[in-house]
């Protein structure tokens, strides 16, 4: 028994440091995609040397390269990694909290509610703060997307709420906040519309070092709170009426994880628009292979969707740029679809 228990830590550790090989090969390829003359084996060096402060003489090709990969490729790869962490994370814990294989982090309405924040700066040039410019965006649409989860939230504390009945508001609140959107969008000029509608479907272009504190903060930070969390995912995993048996407060916990994953999803669509799939495909792929244990799936869901994030950009950087929320989307679909067949067949159930 300790021996087969041995060899399933060794396959879990052996797939998570699988995953962040996989990373840092997409983060050279990435930085290599756009850029003609530098192989990727030199760009790791470039990397590295930039990390180390060796110089390059000023107009040369690796002197360019250089400015290329620590301006534009380096943080666009970063925000990739964690916004796919991110995002992952809080659609394992929204799994077990909600006992449903359906939720992610957008079940609440989030999503939405960021949407009518950023196109009512853009479309309107509305802003609920005194920030403006781009920035202004990303401040309305943090606002936007914390609108629903604090109603959420309100309402969580007057009546009981089981996982169908959060879900069912969440549908409400989203069904609310698309209809302004679609409003707003259909009553702006073209141009404008265009910009709105570039952000509503995610994209990671434009991302600079300056966005990334924030999101590092908030995924780092939250992150680490759910690993500490994971015991309790796991019981509540197994549904109410064992989580009560086993003496946990079932609708504090839930109000916890629910304003945790709130915060953590407005930080990371405030700057990318929204990203779909990955808080939902990247947990399901996890469980398939390494079990539901919360302490091994939240880090190997980091891990995974971290490296959706980068093969999807990676993708959408080789077909014309298009979005990468048009790529998670072609990608994520079939691949949950599939998932959904094979365990069916397998198990007789999804989850």
């Known amino acids: 028994m300790k021996a087969e228990y041995r060899r399933g830590i060794l396959l879990k550790v052996a797939m998570l440091v699988f995953s962040l090989i996989c990373i840092v090969l997409f983060v050279g390829l990435l930085s290599v995609s756009n850029y003609e ?26 002197w360019w390269a250089d400015r290329y990969i620590w301006n534009t490729a380096m943080p666009h790869a970063l925000a990739a990694i964690l916004a796919g962490a991110a995002l992952a994370v809080c659609g394992a814990m929204m799994q077990s909290i909600m006992t449903n294989p359906l939720a992610d982090p957008y079940s609440t309405g989030i999503s939405s509610g960021a949407c009518f924040g950023a196109i009512s700066a853009i479309v309107m040039g509305l802003s609920f703060s005194t920030v403006v410019g781009e920035m202004g965006i990303v401040t309305n649409a943090f606002i936007g997307a914390m609108v629903p989860a604090l109603l959420i939230v309100f309402l969580s504390q007057r009546i009981h709420m089981t996982p169908a009945t959060l879900i069912l508001l969440g549908t409400a609140v989203s069904y609310f906040f698309n209809s302004m959107v679609t ?35 908030f995924t780092i930070a939250g992150s680490a ?127």
Request: with cysteine.
């Open 183 to 217: 409003y707003l969008m259909v009553t702006t000029d073209v141009d404008t519309l265009q910009s709105a509608y570039l952000w509503q479907i995610g994209s990671l272009d434009g991302m600079t070092w300056s966005s990334l504190p924030f999101m590092a903060v």
């Open 37 to 62: 003359g530098v192989g990727l084996m030199e760009t790791y060096q470039i990397i590295w040397n930039h990390l180390f402060g060796e110089p390059y003489e000023t107009g040369s090709l690796y």
């Open 225 to 351: 709170i759910v690993m500490l969390m994971a015991s309790k995912l796991n019981v509540m995993s197994l549904g109410e009426n064992s989580a009560v048996s086993l003496g946990v407060d079932i609708q504090s916990f839930r109000l916890y994880c629910l304003i945790l994953m709130a915060v953590m999803t407005a930080a990371i669509v405030s700057f990318t628009g929204i990203l779909g799939f990955i808080g939902l495909v990247a947990p399901h792929l996890v469980r398939l292979v390494i079990g539901s244990d919360n302490r091994f799936v939240i880090p190997m869901s980091m891990a995974v969707g971290a490296l959706l994030m980068l093969v999807s950009d990676y993708l959408a950087f080789q077909f014309a740029s298009i979005p990468v929320g048009v790529v998670l989307s072609v990608i994520g679909s079939p691949v949950f679809f599939a998932l959904i067949v094979w365990q069916n067949k397998r198990t007789g159930a999804i989850y």
